[in-house]
């Protein structure tokens, strides 16, 4: 079977099968209890009143498997060369998650193991290779942020593992650790905040000069998660890597959605990482009920 054919059918039954038991939304029914739904205003900050232990309660109801970042498959074409069967590519990503006790953990953490898997595809080209395969596993320590009985937002500390997997001098690889803190303004907006610093494989010294060493992105959802937009802000040596993305779901009872991203800077992949890209991307993304974590 080809590894196209392959990869079509695997993404269909998944989008199937999460159809079928699209996760819930607990929070989003608690927000309907707690504010009146037709005058929700977006630029207002507003918590979710929760009791601490409620709060627990919720992330011990979360399977103890399931999607970590957003899963998705899109293709596109370059904004800054010519368009062409080598330039036009396809990229997807496949995120999941393990907790690793089937408890809360002491300072009312939960402890998991993390991969996630970015793919460029070089799908139009004469035999369709894959240009780079970033694999990115790794040790997540998460912690919701309570504030007098309202849910302020989460903070997590990992560390993580990222390389491409080839041998020479295409070998890519580092060792890091990270901060990250995600604020809740309200039921629409949230603020991401992140840092990382590490270790850098011999092959690709300047890393950091080309991914930095952190980034802002801040992510909007409409109250019933019909749309979607994220801005993410990466600054580094060489230049302000971007990245933005949008998201439209057609079924409110489904997990899918249409999808557009657009990345402009280095570092998108680790392969290429010191290559200045500007690429858009459309297709299919089904997301977890952690939105919005990069």
Same mark, same amino acid.
């Given at each position: 079977?080809?590894?196209?054919?392959?990869?079509?059918? $695997?993404?269909?039954?998944?989008?199937?099968?999460?159809?079928?038991?699209?996760?819930?939304?607990?929070?989003?029914?608690? !927000?309907?209890?707690?504010?009146?739904?037709?005058? $929700?205003?977006?630029?207002?900050? %507003?918590?979710?009143?929760?009791?601490?232990?409620? $709060?627990?309660?919720?992330?011990?109801?979360?399977?103890?498997f399931g999607m970590y970042k957003d899963n998705y498959f899109?293709?596109?074409?370059?904004?800054?060369?010519?368009?062409?069967?080598?330039?036009?590519?396809?990229?997807?990503?496949?995120?999941?998650?393990?907790?690793?006790?089937?408890?809360?953990?002491?300072?009312?953490?939960q402890l998991m193991l993390i991969y996630t898997q970015k793919?460029? !595809?070089?799908?139009?080209?004469?035999?369709?290779?894959?240009?780079?395969?970033?694999?990115?596993?790794?040790?997540?320590?998460?912690?919701?942020?309570?504030?007098?009985?309202?849910?302020?937002?989460?903070?997590?500390?990992?560390? %993580?593992?990222?390389?491409?997997?080839?041998?020479?001098?295409?070998?890519?690889? !580092?060792?890091?650790?990270?901060?990250?803190?995600?604020?809740?303004?309200?039921?629409?907006?949230?603020?991401?905040?992140?840092?990382?610093?590490g270790w850098l494989d011999g092959e690709n010294p300047g890393?950091?000069?080309?991914?930095?060493?952190?980034? *802002?992105?801040?992510?909007?959802?409409?109250?019933?998660?019909?749309?979607?937009?994220?801005?993410?802000?990466?600054?580094?040596?060489?230049?302000?890597?971007?990245? *933005?993305? *949008?998201?439209?779901?057609?079924?409110?009872?489904?997990?899918?959605?249409?999808?557009?991203? !657009?990345?402009?800077?280095?570092? %998108?992949?680790?392969?290429?990482?010191?290559?200045?890209?500007?690429?858009?991307?459309?297709?299919?993304?089904?997301?977890?009920?952690?939105?919005?974590?990069?």
């Open positions: 079977m080809k590894p196209g054919k392959f990869i079509f059918i $695997v993404l269909s039954v998944f989008a199937v099968y999460t159809s079928i038991i699209a996760q819930t939304d607990d929070a989003k029914k608690r !927000w309907e209890a707690q504010i009146d739904t037709n005058r $929700v205003n977006p630029l207002k900050p %507003e918590y979710l009143q929760l009791d601490k232990d409620i $709060v627990l309660e919720q992330f011990n109801k979360q399977p103890n899109i293709t596109g074409i370059p904004t800054n060369k010519a368009i062409t069967h080598q330039t036009a590519d396809a990229k997807f990503q496949i995120s999941i998650r393990q907790r690793l006790f089937n408890t809360i953990m002491p300072f009312n953490t793919s460029f !595809w070089d799908i139009y080209d004469e035999s369709s290779p894959f240009a780079d395969n970033n694999y990115n596993p790794g040790l997540l320590l998460i912690k919701p942020i309570m504030d007098k009985n309202r849910l302020k937002g989460m903070a997590t500390l990992s560390f %993580e593992h990222e390389s491409n997997g080839k041998d020479s001098l295409d070998s890519r690889s !580092w060792n890091y650790f990270t901060l990250s803190g995600v604020y809740f303004y309200n039921a629409s907006f949230s603020v991401q905040a992140k840092v990382w610093y890393l950091f000069d080309y991914r930095g060493y952190g980034l *802002l992105a801040l992510n909007y959802r409409s109250f019933n998660d019909k749309f979607g937009a994220s801005l993410v802000m990466n600054p580094c040596k060489k230049a302000l890597n971007t990245q *933005l993305e *949008l998201t439209f779901r057609p079924n409110k009872n489904a997990n899918q959605y249409f999808f557009l991203q !657009w990345y402009q800077g280095y570092g %998108e992949s680790l392969l290429e990482y010191d290559r200045y890209t500007s690429m858009v991307r459309v297709g299919i993304c089904m997301r977890p009920p952690m939105r919005n974590l990069y």
